[in-house]
């Protein structure tokens, strides 16, 4: 079975500082990637994907996310983050051609900015 | 639009107490799941549907029941509850099974079992 790895359990980080969260994966074949982010009191919301092609995938609010096959890799980047980023963020994979009752989340990790 | 909706949004319960949680979406999606997060575990499966009156296992089904009567409505049941079960539940519908549809959440249920 696939499983997913985000070793960054909470990042504190200032305003305009760059920011990269890491998400490692273990599935031998061909996968999908998915960043959902979860801001506070609200429900999770997906952020970017990758299913095939451009392994730099762009997403909302700047986000973009690296897939780096021969690393398992699948990290989150944001240049300058901004006070509004603040919010638990999941990555997830779903090896392909499965339905999504196989897709695997990571532990999350919490991104607070501090103004 | 009201998406995926959840209730309750809290909720307190004693040792052995039932309660059923509802979640409704208006997308017309055909597929449902339920979610618990716990803190150091990520989401995992509980249990989802593929259509109306069809449900199936997930990873972590042990303990709750569900039901799809009708197609927006989705229903996560605890028969007898257990602090095990205190945590943090999602609803979420998908409009295919398929990885390309991907999923819509609700706000969550935040449940404590005493």
């Known amino acids: 079975a696939q499983s997913v790895s985000q070793h960054n359990h909470h990042v504190i980080l200032s305003e305009a500082a760059s920011l990269e969260l890491g998400c490692n994966y273990s599935?031998?074949?061909?996968?999908?990637l998915f960043w959902y982010v979860q801001y506070p009191g609200q429900h999770l919301q997906l952020l970017l994907k990758?299913?095939?092609?451009?392994?730099l995938v762009k997403g909302i609010k700047g986000f973009e996310a690296e897939f780096i096959k021969s690393k398992f890799s699948f990290n989150l980047r944001k240049p300058s983050v901004q006070w509004s980023d603040t919010a638990e963020y999941f990555c997830?994979?779903?090896?392909?051609?499965?339905?999504?009752?196989?897709?695997?989340f990571g532990t999350g990790t919490r991104l607070t900015i501090i103004p | 639009n009201a998406g995926v909706t959840q209730t309750p949004k809290f909720r307190v319960l004693k040792t052995g107490q039932s309660m059923t949680l509802l979640c409704a979406q208006d997308?017309?999606?055909?597929?449902m799941y339920w979610y618990r997060q716990d803190p150091g575990m990520g989401l995992r499966l509980i249990h989802y549907?593929?259509?109306?009156?069809?449900?199936a296992k997930g990873e972590v089904p042990d303990g709750y029941n569900v039901s799809r009567l009708k197609k927006q409505n989705f229903l996560l049941g605890l028969e007898s509850a257990a602090p095990s079960q205190t945590s943090v539940y999602f609803c979420?519908?998908?409009?295919?099974?398929?990885?390309?549809?991907?999923?819509?959440f609700g706000a969550g249920s935040r449940l404590t079992v005493l």
């Open positions: 979420a519908s998908s409009y295919s099974i398929w990885g390309a549809n991907v999923l819509t």
């Open positions: 599935y031998g074949g061909t996968v999908n």
């Open positions: 990758y299913f095939s092609g451009d392994p």
């Open positions: 997830a994979v779903l090896p392909s051609n499965f339905g999504n009752e196989k897709l695997t």
């Open positions: 997308m017309n999606h055909e597929y």
């Open positions: 549907s593929v259509g109306e009156g069809t449900t």
